[in-house]
């Protein structure tokens, strides 16, 4: 097993994660965001690479080399449906019921956009495929990059404080996510 220290390159990453998603929150609630479609993007960009550092992390913690994971690149689908990321997959669907229920009660001031109909967790993962897409080379690096791919882009809402969440338990627990062989 690896060390899940404090200071272990694991948690550090799970830290920086949560950094991203920590940005992508801030972004999305802030009047700017609010106020029109200029942030939409960055906001976007920001839970990608949030996201990606996460999936990483875990599989980093996981067992996976760096090289292993430098491999996958940037695809947050594959990274998402790598099988050392099962028990992240399965707290990520817990938590964005949870962000849901929350958002439902309080959505007013959470700025959601839903009519809090869907299933969370199929939201979810239609949202992380299509964030997927935007985040790798099948849209040109629409993220990150002037492009003219056409996409459907998700909101953010729901990846950004979903993922947040599990980022936090990742620090605050860091095996408790890993891949069970780590173990």
Known sequence: MHDLGENSETVKWFALAKRYMMAARTLRLSADYAAGLALFVPTLHVTAQGIEVLLKA?????GLTGNEVK?????????WEHPKNERLRDQALIEATAVYE????EKPDLGYFDTFEEDPQALLVEYLKALSVLHTRESDFALRYVSDAATE???????????????????????????????
């Open 58 to 62: 875990n599989l980093i913690g996981s």
């Open 71 to 79: 491999a996958i690149g940037h695809d947050l689908w594959r990274l």
């Open 102 to 105: 929350r958002a439902k009660a």
């Open 153 to 183: 882009a998700p909101r953010p809402h729901l990846l950004a404080e979903t993922f947040f969440e599990v980022a936090d338990l990742c620090i605050r627990q860091p095996s408790a996510l890993l891949s069970r062989e780590a173990h």
